[in-house]
């Protein structure tokens, strides 16, 4: 009587076991799959060969401040969080005393339909930042620029 009790016992214990394991591992996956890269890209098509200065950043990630010359582009990649929290700021000036913030990239579905494979695209023109996206015919404009001054907050996110 007393070995059927402790291997009743056991084998309680060992389905016990496997049970928490099977539920921990599925229910409790704290190892989300990694996303694929995002890249954002400043274009800087600005007239009179006027220099674009952009600093970008994240909640966790700062890229720094890049000079963009007419013609040129500033681009950076990163994976986006798998909360889909993932949010991507930029404050750009110009040489001759515009300023403008704006949300260089965030977790929606508007956004995404504008990417093409990753990749969003931000032009500065003289009227402010545009998206440009990659199937349509006109660039959208985001932001407009402002006379020097302290930062503004970004323009609501498309719809």
Request: glycine residues 6%; aromatic residues 10%.
């Amino acid at each position: 009587m007393r070995s059927s009790s402790l291997a009743f016992l056991f084998l309680a214990s060992l389905s016990l076991a496997v049970a928490l394991t099977a539920t921990s591992s599925s229910a409790l996956n704290l190892r989300a799959p990694l996303r694929p890269f995002k890249q954002v890209h400043v274009l800087n098509e600005l007239t009179d060969n006027k220099l674009l200065h952009v600093h970008c950043h994240s909640r966790d990630t700062d890229v720094g401040s890049h000079d963009v010359a007419v013609g040129a582009e500033y681009t950076w990649r990163f994976r986006p969080s798998p909360l889909g929290i993932t949010r991507w700021s930029c404050d750009g000036t110009t040489d001759d005393n515009r300023r403008v913030t704006f949300d260089s990239y965030w977790e929606d579905v508007a956004l995404a339909r504008r990417e093409y494979m990753g990749n969003t695209y931000w032009v500065a023109q003289e009227d402010g930042i545009f998206l440009r996206p990659i199937q349509g015919s006109r660039d959208e404009i985001h932001a407009t620029w402002l006379p020097a001054g302290p930062p503004t907050a970004p323009v609501p996110p498309l719809q």
